[in-house]
């Protein structure tokens, strides 16, 4: 078996920061990912990555930039935190990122932004 | 437009009872669905797929799968305690990434 480990576990930001999180997975998969969970809206997909140094924009991109300089490492930059921002990043990984395989994910790094 | 719609919102059941959920896509091209499972204060794990239509039996848990009408289910019979969590619907296309839906909080009471 296999784990995926996001760090830290919380952040607290101010307004404007520019803020990182990490992610490392030994499970050896080629496709790793970024979801945003904010209560009552399920999982957003931010970035994806399918091999290193792969990027691949999700549906909630902008205001976040990301990075794969190994194939078991990504981690998510917030650009400039918002104000009041609270939200639970979960990092996750597939073996190849084809759309039938289940996702193997971490236990999330909870934001919370003054 | 929420693609992948899941209900009720929330749900409690006694322990030893059936839990059910529902989900329903907006889109006809979805041909993959899971179900995953999310305690509190962890990642959500993955459940059991299903992509075919008609039932699938893993241990207490059984999914439905109606293509034609959009439609997966998950049933949990003799439910206990630690099946209390949030329960996701996800779906995708052969060529794209998977959507989730907007999970269904389960309650199981002692």
């Known amino acids: 078996g296999g784990i995926i480990t996001q760090t830290p576990k919380f952040l607290i930001g101010q307004e404007g920061q520019k803020l990182t999180l990490k992610c490392q997975q030994n499970?050896?998969?080629?496709?790793m990912y970024w979801y945003r969970q904010d209560s009552g809206k399920g999982l957003r997909l931010i970035y994806y990555?399918?091999?290193?140094?792969?990027?691949q924009k999700g549906d909630l991109s902008e205001g976040y930039d990301a990075s794969r300089e190994k194939k078991s490492s990504f981690s998510l930059t917030v650009t400039s935190a918002q104000k009041n921002e609270m939200a639970v990043f979960l990092c996750?990984?597939?073996?190849?990122?084809?759309?039938?395989?289940?996702?193997?994910f971490g236990h999330g790094t909870k934001l919370s932004v003054l | 437009q929420q693609k992948v719609q899941q209900s009720p919102e929330s749900l409690s059941v006694p322990e030893g009872g059936m839990a059910s959920f529902n989900c329903t896509s907006s889109?006809?091209?979805?041909?993959y669905f899971w179900w995953y499972r999310q305690h509190s204060g962890e990642g959500p794990k993955a459940l059991m797929?299903?992509?075919?239509?008609g039932d699938k039996k893993e241990g207490r848990f059984t999914a439905h799968l109606n293509k034609a009408s959009l439609h997966v289910s998950l049933h949990i019979r003799d439910s206990q305690p630690s099946d209390s969590a949030l329960y996701f619907c996800?779906?995708?296309?052969?060529?794209?990434?998977?959507?989730f839906g907007t999970g269904t909080r389960l309650q199981v009471s002692p």
């Open positions: 990555s399918i091999t290193e140094n792969d990027l």
């Open positions: 996750a990984s597939s073996i190849k990122g084809l759309s039938n395989e289940r996702l193997f």
């Open positions: 889109d006809r091209n979805f041909q």
């Open positions: 797929s299903i992509f075919s239509d």
């Open positions: 499970f050896n998969h080629d496709t």
């Open positions: 996800a779906a995708s296309e052969p060529t794209d990434k998977v959507v």
